[in-house]
């Protein structure tokens, strides 16, 4: 069984109805969640809609047989106006973990109690 991605387009013309009820639990989500600020595009400065971010969204079967949508700006226009690192997010490096772990170890710092956002599956 291969596992394949779809555009939005191809994944309705492939899993059609069952695509389009990913398609709306995926924007019910972000909608829940304030993740959008809708405006129409009459709306927008000419200068706003050239610099509006595209949306992707893709359509795949899980191995259980549910459709997922998945969803993502295309944040390439961003980089003429934007620095690396306020386009990139911060990531930790394998030594500073490592030595920060050390450390907790050395001084028996307590662990810290993590809490998880059940919605997202992402650490708070």
């Keep these: 069984m291969i596992l394949t ?5 191809k994944g309705l013309k492939v899993f059609g109805e069952r695509g389009e009820e990913a398609v709306a639990t995926e924007l019910r989500q972000l909608y829940v969640r304030d993740v959008l600020d809708l405006k129409k595009s009459s709306e927008l400065t000419a200068q706003e809609r050239a610099s509006a971010l595209t949306y992707l ?19 390439q226009l961003q980089w003429d106006y ?3 690192e306020e386009n990139s997010a911060p990531t930790v490096s394998i030594g500073a973990l490592r030595l920060s772990c050390t450390i907790d170890a050395i001084f028996n710092v307590p662990k810290r109690k993590e809490r998880w956002d059940d919605q997202s599956n992402r650490l708070c």
């Design 82 to 84: 934007m620095t690396r």
């Design 5 to 9: 991605q779809y555009h939005i387009n």
């Design 57 to 75: 969204m893709f359509l795949k079967e899980k191995r259980t047989a549910e459709v997922k949508g998945r969803s993502c700006a295309d944040g």
